[in-house]
């Protein structure tokens, strides 16, 4: 359910928009970082605040892949899946994501602690194959490295 905090933060963030659908992007992520996703409950209403129709904000969300419309785990694995890190081991890295964490992409493991998401380039292409957990981007990735990282989000 949306909350007062919600409502606060995406009226304050409004303001700085010409309009209040302009800010569209802005309040679902204000949504999920309040609620870790974006429920169809809350994004109904963050839609009513901003003058739109859910199906419209729903559009916007679904261009994003960084908006979960999806329960998530506590970590959320975003693995680049474009050429640059297809040329550089991309394949090496998800086989070793997939056997370590018991899931494939699009899944959250059976405890909640991870999910993992196929993404599209990361803007780190220098650093392939690389993928973020939660705010922080993790390049030049071999299979090696995985558990150590893994290990680092408890
Ligand atoms: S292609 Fe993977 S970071 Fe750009």
Not at 98 to 115: K, M, N, Q, S
Not at 129 to 154: F, K, Q
Request: glycine letters at 8%; charged letters at 25%.
């Amino acid at each position: 359910m949306i909350t007062e905090r919600d409502k606060r933060e995406i009226g304050e963030i409004c303001c700085c928009f010409p309009t209040r659908r302009a800010a569209a992007l802005e309040a679902l992520q204000i949504i999920q970082k309040n609620h870790s996703w974006v429920s169809d409950e809350n994004l109904k209403a963050a839609a009513g605040l901003l003058g739109m129709t859910p199906d419209e904000l729903d559009g916007v969300a679904s261009f994003y892949s960084m908006i979960f419309r999806k329960p998530v785990g506590r970590h959320v694995i975003l693995v680049c899946d474009s050429i640059s890190c297809w040329i550089r081991g991309h394949e090496g890295i998800l086989d070793q994501l997939v056997t370590r964490l018991g899931i494939r992409p699009g899944e959250t493991d059976a405890v909640g602690r991870f999910t993992l998401l196929p993404t599209s380039c990361l803007g780190a292409c220098d650093h392939a194959p690389a993928m973020m957990v939660d705010d922080d981007l993790h390049g030049d990735l071999t299979p090696e490295r995985i558990e150590a990282i893994l290990a680092s989000y408890p």
